[in-house]
């Protein structure tokens, strides 16, 4: 069975799995007697059939000799008698081709447009060629996880577990390649990973599936950044922490909520990702998921058990974080319906605010979760303090007066908010706080 074929058998059963996993999982999950596995409705659909000799066309490079050019133009289009002729006559194993496109530059050794027409009998000759290098690392054309076009520094066998290329892997390691070579940014051949079958491969010839790159990234945030279910579960079966973080406080999880990929959260938390786990700025996965408006990561991660009540280094709960989505009033409604009984309305952040300061004028959404409209925060100024000073609607003004607002209250600056409105002259709300 050639390697499509393969491909296309691991995707069709992935989506089995997906399908009867749609009508088990949210008892699986809630009973936490099954581990969940791999489910994707994505399936890093970028690896798919990618070819760094699907968008490359021969084009002579004059920087190269006229032999140089043969060679190269006989592996791009796969010429085996051209390129068995022009072998041994080229000026240096390690030939450049430097090719451009309105998208990019790319300087490509020789090895990698081996690798990249598949053809086991070229890649057999390119690597066979006396003193060729085999760990060279150059920017190489590749798709990242949103389908654009990226040039990172990769070495031949990053370049062929990437595009799954199992033969070229696997006569590269044979050949002595370490599987544990460092890219500039430390990454390994690890990080490059985008199949079970590849993973493997590293696996088996001693790959650390724990390492960090610069920002202190590992092949598992990798792999959830590219949505690749399949790759995370693999790696956290093999005993991969899923709740390793980077040098920011990334984790797998917090990664997924912000890649709003509900399976992978679903299959991370499963398998022991910490729904509570809070970064440097005690930023939790419940926050970015409402930062993200993302209705249901949210639902699910409440379900799970996450803190509604934690506050970040701010002093700000999950609650707070609903500001980032301004006028998304169904979900802004649908998440505080799901925390009432849960979040303490009346908690005050730092600067001694409650949401009701933050947002005054939001009172009407507010007000079903029963909030004390008498708090009043550092500057002593109570939520109508606020909403007097920044608006003019004194319609807002009455639905506080009707839900117990205390107008004499006075702040740090002695003022009440007849005062207020009586300095700005907002005359609509002067006559509606006389009438009290």
């Given at each position: 069975?050639?390697?499509?074929?393969?491909?296309?058998?691991?995707?069709?059963?992935?989506?089995?799995?997906?399908?009867?996993?749609?009508?088990?999982?949210?008892?699986?999950?809630?009973?936490?007697?099954?581990?969940?596995?791999?489910?994707?409705?994505?399936?890093?659909?970028?690896?798919?059939?990618?070819?760094?000799?699907?968008?490359?066309?021969?084009?002579?490079?004059?920087?190269?000799?006229?032999?140089?050019?043969?060679?190269?133009?006989?592996?791009?289009?796969?010429?085996?008698?051209?390129?068995?002729?022009?072998?041994?006559?080229?000026?240096?194993?390690?030939?450049?081709?430097?090719?451009?496109?309105?998208?990019?530059?790319?300087?490509?050794?020789?090895?990698?447009?081996?690798?990249?027409?598949?053809?086991?009998?070229?890649?057999?000759?390119?690597?066979?060629?006396?003193?060729?290098?085999?760990?060279?690392?150059?920017?190489?054309?590749?798709?990242?996880?949103?389908?654009?076009?990226?040039?990172?520094?990769?070495?031949?066998?990053?370049?062929?577990?990437?595009?799954?290329?199992?033969?070229?892997?696997?006569?590269l390691i044979a050949s002595g390649v370490d599987v544990n070579q460092k890219m500039p940014t430390l990454r390994t051949a690890a990080f490059f990973v985008r199949t079970k079958e590849s993973l493997d491969l590293l696996i088996k010839n001693g790959a650390d599936i724990n390492?960090?790159?610069?920002?202190?990234?590992?092949?598992?945030?990798?792999?959830?950044?590219?949505?690749?279910?399949?790759?995370?579960?693999?790696?956290?079966?093999?005993?991969?922490?899923?709740?390793?973080?980077?040098?920011?406080?990334?984790?797998?999880?917090?990664?997924?909520?912000?890649?709003?990929?509900?399976?992978?959260?679903?299959?991370?938390?499963?398998?022991?990702?910490?729904?509570?786990?809070?970064?440097?700025?005690?930023?939790?996965?419940?926050?970015?998921?409402?930062?993200?408006?993302?209705?249901?990561?949210?639902?699910?991660?409440?379900?799970?058990?996450?803190?509604?009540?934690?506050?970040?280094?701010?002093?700000?709960?999950?609650?707070?974080?609903?500001?980032?989505?301004?006028?998304?009033?169904?979900?802004?409604?649908?998440?505080?319906?799901?925390?009432?009984?849960?979040?303490?309305?009346?908690?005050?952040?730092?600067?001694?605010?409650?949401?009701?300061?933050?947002?005054?004028?939001?009172?009407?959404?507010?007000?079903?979760?029963?909030?004390?409209?008498?708090?009043?925060?550092?500057?002593?100024?109570?939520?109508?303090?606020?909403?007097?000073?920044?608006?003019?609607?004194?319609?807002?003004?009455?639905?506080?007066?009707?839900?117990?607002?205390?107008?004499?209250?006075?702040?740090?600056?002695?003022?009440?908010?007849?005062?207020?409105?009586?300095?700005?002259?907002?005359?609509?709300?002067?006559?509606?706080?006389?009438?009290?």
């Open positions: 069975m050639n390697k499509v074929a393969v491909t296309f058998v691991i995707v069709v059963i992935v989506l089995a799995v997906i399908i009867q996993l749609d009508f088990s999982h949210e008892q699986t999950i809630s009973n936490n007697t099954t581990v969940v596995t791999a489910q994707n409705d994505i399936y890093d659909k970028y690896y798919i059939d990618y070819n760094l000799l699907d968008n490359i066309q021969y084009i002579k490079d004059n920087s190269l000799s006229l032999k140089d050019n043969r060679l190269i133009s006989a592996v791009i289009t796969q010429d085996i008698n051209g390129i068995k002729k022009l072998i041994n006559s080229i000026s240096s194993p390690n030939i450049i081709y430097n090719y451009s496109t309105d998208n990019y530059s790319a300087a490509i050794p020789l090895i990698f447009l081996a690798i990249g027409t598949e053809n086991k009998e070229i890649i057999d000759i390119v690597l066979n060629i006396p003193k060729i290098d085999k760990t060279v690392i150059a920017k190489i054309p590749m798709n990242d996880y949103d389908g654009k076009t990226v040039l990172p520094n990769v070495s031949p066998l990053c370049y062929a577990v990437y595009t799954n290329n199992l033969y070229a892997a696997e006569k390492a960090k790159s610069l920002p202190g990234n590992t092949p598992l945030i990798q792999a959830v950044s590219r949505n690749n279910i399949i790759v995370a579960y693999e790696l956290i079966a093999h005993k991969v922490n899923p709740n390793q973080f980077n040098k920011a406080n990334t984790t797998p999880l917090t990664t997924a909520i912000s890649r709003k990929n509900i399976n992978m959260v679903k299959m991370l938390i499963s398998n022991g990702a910490d729904v509570n786990f809070f970064n440097s700025e005690s930023q939790t996965p419940l926050m970015i998921a409402v930062s993200n408006a993302d209705l249901q990561i949210f639902n699910l991660l409440i379900n799970m058990g996450a803190d509604v009540n934690h506050a970040n280094s701010l002093g700000k709960t999950c609650i707070y974080y609903m500001q980032a989505f301004q006028e998304q009033w169904t979900i802004w409604r649908a998440m505080l319906q799901t925390l009432k009984g849960k979040i303490d309305i009346n908690h005050q952040d730092n600067n001694g605010d409650t949401v009701l300061h933050i947002n005054p004028e939001r009172y009407w959404l507010y007000k079903d979760l029963n909030p004390d409209v008498n708090i009043q925060n550092n500057n002593g100024d109570t939520p109508l303090h606020i909403l007097v000073r920044n608006s003019e609607n004194a319609d807002i003004v009455k639905s506080y007066i009707e839900g117990g607002a205390n107008i004499n209250i006075k702040n740090k600056k002695n003022e009440t908010a007849l005062d207020i409105a009586l300095k700005l002259n907002h005359q609509n709300i002067v006559k509606e706080l006389k009438a009290v």
